[in-house]
């Protein structure tokens, strides 16, 4: 008798073999293209392989990783969310508003606040795609809009300053523990965690089940709007972790905090690894993409090239991505005699 929780139905040993395979190689690669990368940035700029600048790098890309892991959790469901950076923008903003009007707040009450501001506006989303039946690029985009305009609304074209924020808000992110900056230990915490409940709990298998063939997964017993539903919550779950960063670590919190980061979040998953069309890929894999995007943008700052070209590479990298991830979905569904994973 076949068990509900069953994450894939009826697959053959040598398919999940090809799989597997196929989705070490993604990642496999974004390491192998990340060393190249750093070894051509450090020949062209001595400047690049410091310790200074690699902190500086990882950093950068500590944040844009936590936002790439909530992308990832939508798009392996076959759907994409493009409200990421305005969820994280409104919730920084609003998180960083109420730290500064209650003096004496804790740790603990600021972080509940960011998270539970981040799950609302990621269950809006679910409810519009999973049980509204609405396209997710034009729901995501409908409150993309709605989340930001509602920020320029609130603010009132104010901005909260560091010096009205609490001061152990804005050093808990510069602090080292054991010289690896905190930022960066708290996003792969949150990568570790999310990569590893994707692994090891049944709901995580089932959003791999439901991304791979929603069809097949409703007929062994999975509800996929449930667990559509609980992506976009998660998915809003951790850019509330990431807008708390993002405020902690800029100090002065604006109302444009995290714009055009919908598209670095997608493009950094979609380079880790990250399947556009549902299914396969790892939130790991989606942090790594970030990391690439992060020594990109550090290397070709230190080469003093113009932001258009920068813009240029990024975009080239993600049509690089969508074409290899085009070849190996293609590669893997003649193995498997035309079935789609």
């Known amino acids: 008798m076949s068990n509900p929780s069953t994450p894939a139905p009826a697959e053959t ?3 999940r073999n090809l799989v597997q395979f196929a989705l070490r190689l993604r990642e496999a690669g974004v390491v192998a293209f990340l060393v190249l990368l750093g070894l051509a940035f450090g020949l062209l700029n001595d400047r690049f392989l410091t310790v200074q600048n690699l902190t500086i790098v990882a950093s950068s890309a500590a944040i844009l990783a936590i936002a790439a892991c909530a992308q990832a959790v939508v798009l392996i469901t076959r759907n ?3 409200s990421v950076g305005s969820m994280m923008g409104l919730t920084a903003y609003l998180t960083a508003d109420w730290a500064a009007t209650h003096p004496g707040v804790t740790p603990f009450e600021v972080v509940a606040i960011a998270l539970a501001i981040g799950a609302t ?4 989303n679910g409810l519009l795609v999973a049980y509204g039946k609405a396209p997710a690029l034009i729901a995501t985009l409908g409150t993309m809009s709605l989340y930001r305009g509602f920020t320029y609304i609130y603010a009132h074209g104010q901005e909260v300053t560091s010096s009205r924020l609490p001061p152990w808000m804005l050093t808990s992110v ?3 523990i054991a010289g690896v900056p905190a930022l960066v230990l708290a996003a792969i915490a949150v990568v570790a965690a999310v990569a590893w409940f994707l692994y090891a709990y049944p709901l995580g298998r089932r959003i791999y089940a439901v991304g791979s063939n929603a069809l097949a997964a409703w007929f062994f017993g999975l509800r996929s709007e449930r667990v559509v539903f609980f992506a976009y919550t998660l998915c809003g779950l951790l ?3 990431a807008g708390l ?6 100090g002065t919190v604006t109302v444009v905090l995290a714009s055009g980061w919908e598209m670095s979040s997608l493009a950094a998953a979609v380079i880790g690894g990250v399947s556009v069309s549902g299914g396969s890929g790892t939130v790991v894999g989606a942090a790594l993409g970030a990391v690439v995007l992060a020594t990109i943008d ?6 003093h090239v113009p932001e258009f ?3 240029f590479i990024q975009g080239a990298a993600i049509v690089a991505a969508v074409a290899v991830d085009a070849l190996i979905a293609e590669a893997i569904r003649r193995s498997t005699g035309g079935r789609r994973r």
Do not use: E, I
């Open 13 to 15: 040993a040598p398919s």
């Open 309 to 311: 070209w920068r813009m």
């Open 80 to 82: 994409l969310d493009v």
């Open 298 to 303: 550090n290397g070709l700052v230190l080469l």
């Open 174 to 176: 510069d602090a080292r």
């Open 121 to 124: 506006l990621g269950v809006v």
């Open 239 to 241: 850019c509330g972790v």
């Open 245 to 250: 960063l993002y405020a902690a670590r800029v």
